[in-house]
Antibody, heavy 121, light 109 residues
Framework: EVQLVQSGAEVKKPGESLKISCKGSGYSFTSYWIGWVRQMPGKGLEWMGIIYPGDSDTRYSPSFQGQVTISADKSISTAYLQWSSLKASDTAMYYCARLQVVAAMDLFDYWGQGTLVTVSS | SSELTQDPAVSVALGQTVRITCQGDSLRSYYASWYQQKPGQAPVLVIY???NRPSGIPDRFSGSSSGNTASLTITGAQAEDEADYYC????????????FGTGTKVTVL
């Protein structure tokens, strides 16, 4: 069974750093891209970026380039999303999702349960 | 980068049909996928490609596309279909860049 299990909720202060995780199981972790999606309170889904754990090839949405870092450790089937200096505006739910590409059709077929990040002084 | 525009909200009577649309230039080149999100839950894939449903998704959900518009249709809407729906497609920026639509809140009356 394919599963993406994310790390638990975090409460941080502005300026602090943070790294959240997404552990894949039940499939070949190195063979599928993993994307990250932000959902601010009461708002829609925003695509942040994506990584291919097989070779760590990474793409970022222009809106998030330079604001976050996406990485992966294929030895433990885990993808990461990190911030070096959090802002209150980073308060949101963050989801990871597996990208499947089938005959030129792109789909995020499995999702993590989400990690709630709260940034408050 | 591309944008995908959806109507903010639609309502449908129980058992009736509702169509949700997603407009954007990237849809002329790439298929959309559709996600259902209920309050407090992670999104769930409901339609992808031309008109494909993942295992476990009821056949009352269907998809179509024409020009720069992709559509998700719920035929015979049920109370449990009340949710937010988001489209997603590749972005025109290149391979493995993606964009979500603005989202549509579906209310079943």
């Amino acid at each position: 069974e394919v599963q993406l299990v994310q790390s638990g909720a975090e409460v941080k202060k502005p300026g602090e750093s943070l790294k959240i995780s997404c552990k894949g199981s039940g499939y070949s972790f190195t063979s599928y891209w993993i994307g990250w999606v932000r959902q601010m309170p009461g708002k829609g889904l925003e695509w942040m970026g994506i990584i291919y754990p097989g070779d760590s090839d990474t793409r970022y949405s222009p809106s998030f380039q330079g604001q976050v870092t996406i990485s992966a450790d294929k030895s433990i089937s885990t993808a990461y999303l990190q911030w070096s200096s959090l802002k209150a505006s980073d308060t949101a739910m963050y989801y990871c999702a597996r990208l499947q590409v089938v005959a030129a059709m792109d789909l995020f077929d499995y999702w993590g349960q989400g990690t709630l990040v709260t940034v408050s002084s | 980068s591309s944008e995908l525009t959806q109507d903010p909200a639609v309502s449908v009577a129980l058992g009736q049909t509702v169509r949700i649309t997603c407009q954007g230039d990237s849809l002329r080149s790439y298929y959309a996928s559709w996600y259902q999100q209920k309050p407090g839950q992670a999104p769930v894939l409901v339609i992808y490609g031309k008109n494909n449903r993942p295992s476990g998704i009821p056949d009352r959900f269907s998809g179509s596309s024409s020009g720069n518009t992709a559509s998700l249709t719920i035929t015979g809407a049920q109370a449990e279909d009340e949710a937010d729906y988001y489209c997603n497609s590749r972005d025109s920026s290149g391979n493995h860049y993606y964009v979500f639509g603005t989202g549509t809140k579906v209310t079943v009356l």
